[in-house]
C-alpha cells in the first residue's frame, strides 16, 4: 500500500511539474526587418527673378541657357514659366484662357483631363493636361499647363512630360507643382 501511495504521489509531482514546467512554444519565426525606403532626396529650385519655388526630384536641374525659369529631368521632362496672361478676374477665367490659347497656338493636340485644382499657402492653381506628338520624332507628350493664383497676380507654368511617363509616375509630377512655394522656402 505504501508503494502505491508513493507512485501516486511521484505521478502527482511529474503531473505538475511538468505542467508547470514551460514546454517550447511553437511560434512563427521572427520577421525580417524591411528596409526603409527613404523619400528621394529633392532640390528646391527658385525663380531669381519672381521669388517662387518648386521641389524636384534629385536629378532635376535648372537649365542656365534659359533667361526665363527652366528646370529639365532626365527623362525628357521640363517646368517652365510662361509670362502670365493679363490678370483677369478669376482662376476660372485665366485657365479657360490659358486652354484656348494652348489649343489654338499648337501647344496642344487635344484636351485629356482639366479642371485640377491644386492649393497652398496663399496660391491656389488649376491645370489641365493636353497631348501632343512632336513631328519629327512622332513621341507622344504630355502638356500640363497650371495658371495660379498669388495674392492677386497669376502665373502659368508649363510641364512638359512624355507620355508614357505621364501615364505611369503622374503623382511624382502632380507632387512637384504643388510643391510651389512662394518667398523663402
Not at 2 to 12: K, T, V
Not at 70 to 86: C, I, K
Not at 172 to 184: A, D, E, K, P, R
Request: charged fraction near 15%; glycine fraction near 4%; charge should be positive.
Amino acid at each position: 500500500m505504501h508503494n502505491r501511495h508513493r507512485f501516486s504521489f511521484i505521478a502527482a509531482i511529474f503531473l505538475v511539474t511538468s505542467c508547470a514546467t514551460p514546454h517550447p512554444i511553437i511560434t512563427q519565426p521572427a520577421p525580417v526587418p524591411t528596409p526603409t525606403v527613404q523619400p528621394p532626396k529633392a532640390n528646391i529650385i527658385k525663380s531669381p527673378k519672381l521669388g517662387y519655388s518648386f521641389k524636384f526630384p534629385d536629378n532635376w536641374r535648372p537649365d542656365a541657357k534659359e533667361k526665363n525659369y527652366m528646370v529639365r529631368g532626365e527623362a525628357q521632362e521640363s517646368l517652365s514659366d510662361f509670362d502670365a496672361p493679363p490678370n483677369n478676374s478669376s482662376l476660372d477665367l485665366n485657365v479657360s484662357a490659358n486652354q484656348a490659347i494652348a489649343l489654338a497656338s499648337g501647344f496642344c493636340g487635344k484636351v485629356l483631363s482639366e479642371n485640377h485644382m491644386l492649393s497652398g499657402n496663399q496660391w491656389s492653381g488649376n491645370y489641365f493636361v493636353c497631348s501632343k506628338s512632336n513631328g519629327k520624332t512622332k513621341q507622344q507628350t504630355a502638356e500640363i499647363f497650371y495658371t495660379v493664383k498669388h495674392r492677386n497676380d497669376y502665373f502659368l507654368f508649363w510641364l512638359s512630360v512624355p507620355s508614357q511617363a505621364w501615364s505611369n509616375r503622374s503623382n511624382t509630377y502632380v507632387s512637384i507643382l504643388q510643391s510651389l512655394q512662394f518667398g523663402n522656402p
